[in-house]
């Protein structure tokens, strides 16, 4: 672990390798799990002023849940996420011809409909960032569902803090990422 300004960073995001591999995986990431996908109180207001643009790239389950429950919920734990279809697939997922999970947020962004790309949970996956008081862990998050991510990786030698570049940027700004990079060509001289 070091430190950047007010995070705490896992080595791994430098040291690991990885590259979404959707055609070996389906996307599985958005329709297994216990929870939706994390989101942040900002996220949250996103969602509710954008939902009536992205609601016609929805599937029907996914606007029926999203009705019922609202564009977001508060987890058991007291955590704001996405709404699940019957607990499994987050509400926003939508599947394309070949039956791969994809968003159906960022579908109405690439479409131009909106300007916000999708959760930045999701944008920065394997990356999970906890916040805390003084500080926000930035950890990988290693799930078997991406052996293939993390063999595409390794193969293309990319590690996960290259992946996830532009949604590192996002979170945490350009200043941030910069130092990132120093701090990685140095751990691995």
């Known amino acids: 672990m070091f430190q950047l300004g007010k995070t705490i960073v896992s080595e791994d995001i430098i040291e690991?390798?990885?590259?979404?591999?959707?055609?070996?995986?389906?996307?599985?990431?958005?329709?297994?799990?216990?929870?939706?996908?994390?989101?942040?109180?900002?996220?949250?207001?996103?969602?509710?002023?954008?939902?009536?643009?992205?609601?016609?790239?929805?599937?029907?389950?996914?606007?029926?849940?999203?009705?019922?429950?609202?564009?977001?919920?508060?987890?058991?734990?007291?955590?704001?996420?996405?709404?699940?279809?019957?607990g499994k697939d987050c509400a926003y997922v939508i599947f394309d011809e070949k039956k791969t999970a994809?968003?159906?947020?960022?579908?109405?962004y690439n479409s131009g409909e909106i300007e916000w790309k999708k959760p930045v949970s999701c944008h920065l996956y394997p990356i999970r960032v906890k916040d805390y008081s003084e500080f926000a862990a930035v950890n990988y998050h290693k799930w078997e569902i991406c052996d293939d991510a993390c063999?595409?990786?390794?193969?293309?030698?990319?590690?996960?803090?290259?992946?996830?570049?532009q949604a590192l940027v996002r979170k945490f700004?350009?200043?941030?990422y910069d130092e990132l990079e120093k701090v990685a060509e140095k751990h691995l001289k």
């Open 102 to 108: 994809l968003c159906g947020i960022e579908e109405a």
């Open 151 to 165: 063999s595409l990786g390794k193969e293309l030698q990319v590690p996960v803090y290259k992946f996830v570049k």
């Open 173 to 176: 700004g350009q200043n941030w």
């Open 16 to 86: 690991k390798d990885f590259v979404c591999n959707l055609s070996a995986c389906g996307g599985a990431c958005c329709v297994d799990g216990e929870a939706g996908a994390p989101l942040d109180k900002e996220e949250i207001k996103i969602l509710e002023e954008i939902y009536p643009k992205v609601k016609p790239f929805l599937r029907q389950e996914g606007i029926d849940v999203i009705e019922k429950e609202g564009t977001w919920v508060t987890s058991e734990w007291g955590e704001l996420e996405t709404p699940l279809i019957g």
